[in-house]
């Protein structure tokens, strides 16, 4: 991650602080400013293509508004325009009522279909795009249509970044009809059904913004003011936004306690996960896989681990990314987040459901012949969940040979789901609490199962305190159908850590050692071991890290003729110290010491 993206990622956060304070939480207010910035990408990256789709055309519109500003006859050019724009809808109007003569024209005036259009002058300002499609007003199908059939999605003008921002300058009357408009249809038309739901967490009629509609309008205008006004810098630099995105995520993720832990992994981990994952599997001292055919996620949170695993294979082709999130809103921010790291939208999925419960169809087709396999699986669900199985979920298909997951704690169901749709050559990556390592009942039972079908790779135990939801140590287990060695790798990094504010971290050089020990398979001294699975049945399956590599130092060896000696030379010293000082004593008539 550039300097340029975390100076981006910590001036977005300073306008959100400017904003928030004293009006709500940072967790609520993030579902505004992300939705935001994720508004400006889109619209960014729309414009770019409607300029080059419509090439000169373009071009000609952005030098005649050039020339009307500089006339300052846009308040005149504004007039003629609403005409042409009511002249084509009451030729519209007459079409239609010419089909449906029972119909009154009064009744459908004011139409959605035909206010639509009014709305590309409620700014009273004009973009090179509003231009050509007013000038062009007979055109627009045609030309949505391209859109559409080439890139996938379109967005009417008057919903774009640069008009909205030009009507919160203005503190325009009409921005937040207007934006509740351009959100709905960015969800209903725009993607076609890809992102329905996409901004519903964003409560435009909420009264943390204000009590009424002014109050609210007005401060929508100086949250899109102060969002424009800090992009504006990073203008040339709009590749760095998502990273800059995912900065303000972690941002608002440590601001807003441990319910923002649940949806964000810190980058250190992350990174840890990532690399693992995209290793060769057999051997992974051999450096990176050549591709992955399917990524999978199945609590996905943010997508944070998604786009790392993305960024580690660097230029290799993932094929498909698969993602689930069971909270509406870390749900929609995964699909902006991953948009915004230029993933396209028939390259992902994100799934709003239920993991345990299996509500993706398309993971829970029992034809074996139509199982999701996936060569990269990456995890972090919630800490030792509860969950409520049923006795159906006996004989599903993801832990019938294994068994249930205790209903106090879900760690090893979300486990056994992830593994079953991994691939014979795939690796999985998941952080789970150390729970699962050593505690008895229905959990030895899966563990006893996994470790005897050599399924466990290599078990990483972390640091206390790393997370924002919670400050237990919690570990990493790597699970693989078809391994190479007939052991564990166990890496206790207990104390790979520098101290954060409020929260531990773990530096470039602590993920390094982690990682590098993992693709080496090192046996380090107080650091890492492997162990023959043996060794681990006599111990009765157990797993505790410390068990077989403990961080602990040795107790020196105390040689006692030496402290002997050096207990006497103290007291001689002590005695030559006291004869001196009885001396001075004496020489003065005072008393002595015993």
Same mark, same amino acid.
């Given at each position: 991650? *550039? ?58 519109? /952005? ?39 029972? =119909? ?5 005036? +004011? +139409? ?5 259009? !009014? ?32 890139? !996938?999605?379109?967005? #009417?003008?008057?919903?774009?970044? *640069? *008009? ?64 424009? #006004? ?54 992974? #001292? ?111 298909? /993801? ?48 563990? /006893? ?51 954060? /504010? ?18 080496? !398979? #090192? ?20 797993? *505790? ?17 030496? =402290? ?17 000082? +009885? ?12």
């Amino acid at each position: 991650m *550039n300097d340029k993206a975390k100076e981006l990622g910590n001036k977005l956060w300073d306008i959100a602080c400017k904003l928030l304070r004293g009006n709500m939480k940072a967790g609520d207010f993030q579902d505004y400013m992300l939705s935001f910035i994720f508004l400006r990408y889109i619209s960014e990256q729309y414009e770019k293509l409607a300029e080059k789709e419509l090439g000169n055309e373009y071009v000609k519109s /952005r030098d005649k508004l050039e020339e009307i500003i500089k006339n300052k006859s846009q308040d005149k050019i504004i007039e003629r325009y609403e005409n042409i724009i009511e002249q084509f809808i009451n030729k519209k109007i007459d079409e239609y009522i010419k089909n449906h003569p029972t =119909v009154n024209k009064e009744d459908i005036k +004011n +139409n959605k279909e035909y206010e639509i259009y !009014r709305e590309l002058l409620y700014s009273k300002q004009l973009t090179p795009l509003t231009l050509w499609f007013i000038e062009n007003i007979e055109d627009i199908q045609y030309f949505e249509n391209q859109m559409r059939k080439k890139h !996938r999605y379109i967005i #009417k003008p008057q919903y774009l970044w *640069n *008009n909205l921002y030009l009507m919160a300058l203005d503190q325009n009357d009409k921005l937040l009809s207007l934006l509740y408009n351009g959100f709905k249809y960015i969800e209903d038309e725009s993607f076609e059904d890809t992102f329905q739901g996409l901004f519903s967490e964003v409560h435009l009629d909420s009264e943390k913004l204000g009590k009424n509609y002014k109050a609210r309008n007005e401060m929508i205008c100086n949250i899109i003011s102060e969002i424009g #006004k800090g992009l504006s810098e990073f203008t040339k630099d709009i590749d760095i936004l998502g990273d800059a995105y995912e900065i303000l995520i972690s941002k608002f993720a440590s601001n807003s306690g441990t319910k923002a832990g649940e949806f964000y992994t810190p980058q250190s981990v992350s990174n840890i996960l990532s690399e693992i994952v995209t290793f060769d599997s057999q051997e992974p #001292k051999n450096g990176k896989k050549s591709q992955i055919n399917n990524l999978l996620d199945f609590a996905c949170g943010s997508g944070s681990l998604l786009i790392n695993v993305i960024k580690h294979m660097e230029d290799k082709k993932i094929n498909h990314i698969y993602g689930q999130e069971k909270n509406i809103t870390t749900y929609n921010l995964a699909r902006m987040n991953i948009l915004l790291h230029k993933v396209k939208d028939n390259k992902f999925e994100i799934f709003h459901g239920d993991t345990l419960k299996n509500e993706w169809d398309i993971f829970n087709d029992i034809n074996p012949a139509n199982k999701i396999k996936c060569d990269a699986v990456v995890a972090n669900p919630p800490f030792s969940n509860k969950w409520e199985h049923q006795t159906k979920y006996l004989e599903d298909f /993801r832990f019938k040979d294994y068994g249930l997951a205790p209903q106090s704690a879900a760690d090893y169901a979300f486990l056994l789901h992830g593994f079953h749709y991994l691939d014979n050559q795939g690796t999985m990556a998941i952080i789970l609490s150390h729970g699962i390592l050593f505690r008895g009942g229905a959990e030895a039972k899966i563990r /006893r199962k996994l470790i005897e079908d050599n399924n466990i790779d290599a078990i990483i135990g972390l640091p206390a305190n790393l997370f924002y939801s919670t400050g237990i140590p919690v570990c990493i287990v790597v699970l693989k159908k078809c391994k190479k060695y007939n052991d564990i790798l166990f890496i206790n990094a207990n104390k790979e850590y520098v101290k954060g /504010r409020g929260q531990n971290e773990l530096s470039n050089e602590n993920v390094q050692k982690i990682v590098d020990t993992y693709r080496q !398979r #090192k046996n380090i001294d107080n650091f890492s071991r492997t162990v023959e699975l043996g060794e681990i049945i006599e111990n009765d399956y157990n797993l *505790n890290i410390s068990r077989y590599v403990s961080t602990a130092e040795e107790d020196k060896i105390i040689d006692n003729n030496i =402290v002997h000696k050096a207990l006497v030379d103290i007291e001689n010293a002590i005695k030559k110290a006291k004869e001196e000082h +009885n001396q001075y004593l004496k020489e003065l008539n005072l008393p002595e010491l015993p």
